[in-house]
């Protein structure tokens, strides 16, 4: 197939045509750009073992007019005429039209036409060899051919028949061991490589690093382009300059007439002095090869490292459907990474979900997961498979889901045994679609069918609660608290439809028709009845169910606890007012003694008198870092560490009760699952309830059991003592 390049001028068209290259020209100074050139390739013609073939280079002109006779030039620039190849005229078969080209000197033909139809095209034949950097042909216009210029190379042509440039590079760690960055050797006409090719490398003496090879080893070769899916090796044929330089031989390369190219790579490397390492922030290598001579950056010198990576970061819905994230592990050089080492990958503000075991790069990670079932952390366990000798880039795929309580950002975070700290990289954002307010229900004990606070929970845009999903509202520990709901008024705006229905401690919220634009749902007219043993104090309310978390299930009519595992927490939404606790005083008096006094009976009467004695306040000063609580000075080792727990409430054993107070240990009896204090406070085990002398008040934590120890809430402990204590937690500071 022939294929036209055409170009306008005023009163015809000239194009060139050299074998299958094709392009469109419509400047006056038009371009046809051939790349596989250099100065001394030859256009029109190939000599091979020493006989000229013609292969077909030609300008042809486009006739808008009839030529009957008309004559022209071209002068060529930087290329010289074959003056054997002008040897016979060019004519049509079955027509009379002709074509006469007329060899003048190298420089310059002459072209005659004649008996040229309009709309008509012929041909003009060039035999040329490229002898500058820059070579065109020049029609010199004449009668009713006008004039043009035309570029063969859009880029200054070379006398080379290949370039050398630099790739990716490698880094090298300051103490010298490592390998080089690419070298790539590239063909700037097709066959430069077919030959055995000799390339030279030198490392530039303030390097302070030479080559790691001997004379004999071999140099990995991967080609691309004409050589694509070439992989073969090199052969050191030399080591001098102090391992400074080193000589190799390229096998013949096949580039299937297409221009290929071939990378250097994985040339190892080590310190001319151990003692001193790298003394260079970069390396640079001089590459000679077939009279070429390159200077380049092949390395840089860094530091051991490990870092994080990722292209973007993704957005995350709270409440919404999970996400999936990559990210990489990457080493700044090779041997960052211990080969024994085991890494361990978390999460902020988004747990990971559905993770496979898989294996990366020779690291095996799995999930490691709690007695719920849910992922707490993935960890990685190098292989025999990991490779140690370059710098690996480790890339991980996540899947996370974010809880509907997540605000700011999703981290991933990264630690292992060697590491200065935990690495920690922002993957995500977290964007908060619904939210809740409410207005306090201030209850009273004993008293029926209060009614009292208002919850609403908002859309921050349309459809976010979404048709068959449930909204659940339920008041915590209401009913094992004497606490009941007993009737409540919910309305939706703006399009959304909802009935709803109260089960137990819960109000279930039905959602049948999505909103139009941003939706209210809106609990209100709460009626309470509170019992004579409701303990004083706040309680929360949760709102939760499908339609606030994926992390929910839908709601079945029995399984409260997976669709409510995720819920926006609204503190003190209904509180029980409690009486002031006052511990009680002891006061000393005295009292009318009788004493009976030998010969005569004397009554003798001591007036009351009160006294009040003062002394100095002393207040319990527990260090959780210590494991140690302070009182007057003395300092006591707990028996337990004690627990901060979510919302950094501090818990103590019930056996280091005594110490952290003062108390006598006989002042502490265990009764079970209870502990009794100075006989009138009580607490029990999986209770938030703390009994003081019949008065009873809700806790913020329950007294839970670790370990087969219980512990229970400092502060709730101090107030029913009378007690000041204070903590320190050195972890902060």
Do not use: W
């Not at 009279?291 to 870092?307: A, H, L, M, P, T």
């Amino acid at each position: 197939m022939r294929l036209l390049k055409k170009m306008a001028i005023a009163l015809c068209s000239v194009a060139a045509i050299m074998s299958t290259n094709s392009s469109v020209m419509a400047a006056s100074n038009a371009i046809i750009d051939i790349k596989d050139m250099i100065i001394g390739s030859t256009l029109g013609y190939k000599i091979v073992d020493g006989e000229v073939t013609k292969d077909g280079f030609n300008i042809f002109v486009n006739t808008t007019i009839p030529y009957a006779n008309e004559q022209f030039l071209i002068h060529g620039h930087d290329v010289a005429f074959n003056a054997n190849l002008y040897d016979e005229n060019i004519k049509s078969e079955g027509t009379n039209e002709t074509v006469d080209v007329k060899y003048l000197d190298s420089d310059s033909i002459r072209v005659a036409v004649s008996n040229i139809s309009s709309d008509n095209m012929f041909m003009v034949p060039l035999f040329v060899e490229v002898t500058g950097e820059n070579p065109s042909v020049e029609i010199i216009g004449n009668g009713g051919i006008s004039s043009q210029m035309i570029n063969l190379s859009q880029e200054t042509v070379s006398d080379k028949n290949i370039k050398i440039k630099f790739g990716e590079k490698r880094n090298v760690p300051i103490e010298g061991e490592g390998f080089l960055g690419e070298v790539i050797i590239d063909e700037v006409v097709p066959g430069a490589l077919k030959k055995p090719t000799t390339v030279t490398l030198n490392l530039e003496t303030n390097s302070g690093v030479v080559f790691d090879i001997e004379k004999g080893q071999q140099v990995n070769l991967v080609g691309t382009a004409g050589f694509a899916g070439t992989k073969t090796v090199a052969t050191v044929t030399e080591v001098i300059a102090n391992d400074q330089q080193i000589t190799i031989e390229f096998p013949s390369l096949d580039d299937n007439d297409i221009k290929g190219g071939i990378s250097i790579v994985d040339i190892p490397v080590k310190p001319e002095n151990r003692k001193v390492g790298v003394i260079c922030d970069e390396i640079f290598v001089n590459v000679f090869a077939n009279d070429v001579v390159q200077r380049g950056v092949v390395s840089e010198v860094v530091d051991y490292n490990v870092f994080l990576n990722a292209n973007k970061k993704q957005k995350f819905i709270a409440g919404g459907q999970s996400e999936r994230v990559k990210f990489s592990i990457v080493e700044s050089v090779s041997g960052s990474l211990d080969d024994d080492l085991d890494l361990f990958v978390s999460t902020e503000g988004a747990q990971i979900v559905n993770f496979k075991e898989q294996t990366v790069d020779g690291i095996n990670f799995n999930a490691v997961k709690n007695y719920n079932g849910d992922i707490v952390e993935i960890v990685g366990k190098m292989t025999d498979d990991f490779n140690s000798n370059i710098a690996n880039n480790i890339e991980l795929e996540l899947e996370l889901l974010s809880g509907v309580n997540e605000t700011g950002e999703v981290i991933i975070n990264v630690e292992g045994r060697n590491f200065d700290k935990i690495l920690s990289l922002p993957i995500g954002y977290i964007e908060n679609t619904v939210s809740v307010k409410n207005e306090t229900a201030n209850l009273e004990i004993g008293i029926k069918e209060q009614m009292a606070g208002k919850i609403v929970i908002t859309e921050s845009k349309s459809n976010v609660l979404e048709k068959y999903d449930q909204v659940i509202v339920e008041l915590e520990d209401a009913r094992e608290n004497d606490i009941r709901i007993e009737d409540v008024k919910v309305e939706a705006t703006n399009g959304l439809t909802i009935k709803h229905e109260i089960m137990g401690d819960y109000i279930v919220i039905d959602i049948t028709r999505q909103s139009a634009t941003a939706g209210e749902i809106i609990v209100s007219d709460m009626v309470f009845t509170v019992g004579q043993n409701a303990p004083y104090g706040t309680y929360d309310v949760r709102v939760s169910g499908s339609a606030i978390s994926g992390k929910n299930e839908d709601f079945n009519g029995h399984n409260f606890n997976k669709a409510a595992r995720d819920a926006i927490v609204v503190n003190d939404f209904a509180v029980l007012d409690k009486k002031a606790f006052v511990k009680p005083q002891v006061e000393v008096k005295e009292v009318v003694v009788e004493k009976e006094v030998v010969k005569e009976v004397v009554k003798e009467v001591v007036k009351e008198v009160v006294v009040e004695v003062e002394k100095d306040e002393v207040i319990g000063v527990i260090n959780l870092e210590d494991k140690i609580v302070t009182r007057n000075n003395t300092i006591k080792e707990l028996t337990a560490n004690p627990v901060v727990t979510t919302d950094n409430n501090v818990l103590i054993a019930v056996r280091d009760i005594a110490k952290v107070f003062g108390l006598d240990e006989s002042d502490v009896v265990f009764k079970g699952i209870k502990t009794i204090v100075n006989g009138n406070i009580e607490i029990e085990q999986g209770s938030d309830i703390l009994n003081i002398g019949g008065f009873k008040l809700k806790m913020s934590n329950k007294v839970i059991n670790l370990a087969g120890r219980a512990y229970v809430p400092v502060n709730y402990m101090a107030l029913a003592l009378g007690e000041k204590i204070e903590i320190e937690n050195n972890f902060n500071k």
